[in-house]
């Protein structure tokens, strides 16, 4: 009896061969045929999966985001019920930067991402949604925090939410090794201790 092949996972394990692809190799060297050959598998049978390079980068970027989005969600998990707004915050941001392999993986996929989205106004308009339902969560912490008192009520969210995802910007200054994460977490707990400060 012929073996059953689990269609997602062949979608996922495809996926993260091109993560591997865009992490050892770059972005340059992201076509089919080089993801085919590090998923193991004939250029054939993955087109049987993804009919377009888009459409395979699509479906890689859409995993990095659930990916990320388990991370963080294991990481307020371990936060116990009721979560300081301070400690979600960091659990986002920490997770959203390249400190550790899983978080590189999907940085270094989500980079490729976007310079993609420069010349294709399809895979624009799917990154910019996810990054806007991204910094809508960020931004309902902060008013709700501010709601709380936890804030001061003198802080714009939008502009305080903007701030705190600007702390991502860390990524490059990690990534070519300019700075080291002790630096980056430093500079993070910094910032939200000033945002959370009494007033």
């Given at each position: 009896?012929?073996?059953?092949?689990?269609?997602?996972?062949?979608?996922?394990?495809?996926?993260?061969?091109?993560?591997?692809?865009?992490?050892?190799?770059?972005?340059?060297?992201?076509?089919?045929?080089?993801?085919?050959?590090?998923?193991?598998?004939?250029?054939?049978?993955?087109?049987?999966?993804?009919?377009?390079?888009?459409?395979?980068?699509?479906?890689?970027?859409?995993?990095?985001?659930?990916?990320?989005?388990?991370?963080?969600?294991?990481?307020?998990?371990e936060l116990g019920e009721r979560p300081h707004p301070r400690d979600v915050l960091r659990v986002t941001l920490v997770e959203m930067l390249p400190l550790h392999?899983?978080?590189?993986?999907?940085?270094?996929?989500?980079?490729?991402?976007?310079?993609?989205?420069?010349?294709?106004?399809?895979?624009?308009?799917?990154?910019?949604?996810?990054?806007?339902?991204?910094?809508?969560?960020?931004?309902?912490?902060?008013?709700?925090?501010?709601?709380?008192?936890?804030?001061?009520?003198?802080?714009?969210?939008?502009?305080?939410?903007?701030?705190?995802?600007?702390?991502?910007?860390?990524t490059t200054l990690l990534e070519l090794r300019v700075i080291e994460p002790v630096a980056v977490l430093a500079a993070v707990d910094r910032y939200l201790d000033?945002?959370?400060?009494?007033?």
């Amino acid at each position: 009896m012929p073996k059953q092949v689990d269609h997602q996972e062949r979608r996922e394990t495809i996926a993260r061969a091109l993560w591997r692809v865009v992490e050892q190799r770059g972005a340059t060297h992201l076509t089919m045929r080089e993801v085919a050959q590090e998923a193991g598998i004939s250029l054939g049978q993955l087109q049987h999966y993804f009919t377009s390079r888009a459409a395979m980068l699509a479906f890689a970027m859409d995993l990095a985001g659930e990916q990320t989005a388990l991370r963080v969600g294991r990481g307020l998990a371990e936060l116990g019920e009721r979560p300081h707004p301070r400690d979600v915050l960091r659990v986002t941001l920490v997770e959203m930067l390249p400190l550790h392999a899983d978080a590189r993986a999907t940085s270094r996929m989500g980079a490729a991402y976007v310079l993609e989205a420069l010349h294709d106004e399809d895979v624009l308009a799917r990154a910019r949604g996810g990054l806007l339902q991204g910094r809508a969560m960020v931004e309902q912490v902060v008013r709700q925090a501010i709601a709380d008192g936890l804030i001061a009520p003198d802080r714009d969210a939008v502009v305080e939410t903007d701030l705190l995802l600007a702390l991502t910007g860390f990524t490059t200054l990690l990534e070519l090794r300019v700075i080291e994460p002790v630096a980056v977490l430093a500079a993070v707990d910094r910032y939200l201790d000033g945002l959370f400060a009494r007033f």
